[in-house]
């Protein structure tokens, strides 16, 4: 079964430091891989997402992930976190079957002034 | 512009009623997914339908019921019998020629 684990239900970082998300997924095939991003009380908007083109996604808001196959992974960056960085941040994969998406649980990204 | 349109924003329900939740896309998507959140988790899939007048149970489906009588609207019943109703709901649809979702900005529901 497809399944996706999130490191860190918190992350902190200072204003201008480097965001590092984690993300390991496991899937038996090659996977679409998304990051999603959600503000208090709001839906999820799309980040980025993987679909077995480049292994390195650039998204919006200056955010970026790298498929690595070998770590089973797609670790989400931003080389310089900005207070409006602070949100709640969601990778998934889509499921082989019905298209669903299988949700990690979530990283909170606290910025710090 | 093109979107999905959840309402309301917040709702609250008491003991013993249905409530419905109302999710409309202008997309023209074929798939639409109504997702439970809840804190400190992931969304959790309740109903998934890719046709009208078709939908399939999700992971948490218990307590709860859909309809899709047109391709725009997929609203998504909270009865009695679902015990925990308290959450965040997403509505999501998708193109399924192509890879991408996208989401209402949801309805939180409260039981009073």
């Known amino acids: 079964a497809q399944s996706v684990t999130q490191l860190g239900s918190h992350v902190s970082v200072s204003e201008g430091a480097l965001v590092l998300l984690r993300c390991n997924y496991s899937s038996s095939v090659p996977p679409y891989l998304f990051w999603y991003v959600q503000y208090p009380n709001q839906g999820l908007q799309l980040l980025l997402k993987y679909t077995s083109a480049a292994t390195l996604v650039k998204g919006i808001n200056g955010f970026e992930a790298e498929f690595k196959k070998s770590e089973t992974s797609f670790h989400l960056t931003k080389p310089s976190a900005h207070m409006s960085d602070a949100a709640e941040y969601f990778c998934?994969?889509?499921?082989?079957?019905?298209?669903?998406?299988?949700w990690g649980a979530g990283t909170k990204l606290i910025i710090k002034p | 512009d093109g979107g999905i349109t959840q309402s309301p924003k917040y709702l609250f329900r008491k003991e013993g009623q249905n409530v419905t939740l109302s999710c409309e896309q202008n997309?023209?998507?074929?798939?639409m997914y109504w997702y439970r959140q809840d804190p400190g988790q992931g969304l959790r899939l309740i109903y998934y339908s890719q046709i009208v007048n078709d939908f399939q149970k999700g992971d948490i489906a218990e307590g709860y019921s859909v309809s899709r009588e047109k391709k725009e609207s997929f609203p998504l019943t909270v009865t009695s019998a679902q015990k925990n109703p308290t959450a965040f709901y997403l509505c999501a649809s998708l193109d399924l020629g192509r890879i991408g979702y996208t989401f209402g900005s949801g309805t939180r529901l409260t039981v009073v």
């Open positions: 997309l023209n998507h074929d798939a």
């Open positions: 998934a994969v889509r499921a082989d079957s019905n298209y669903q998406l299988i």
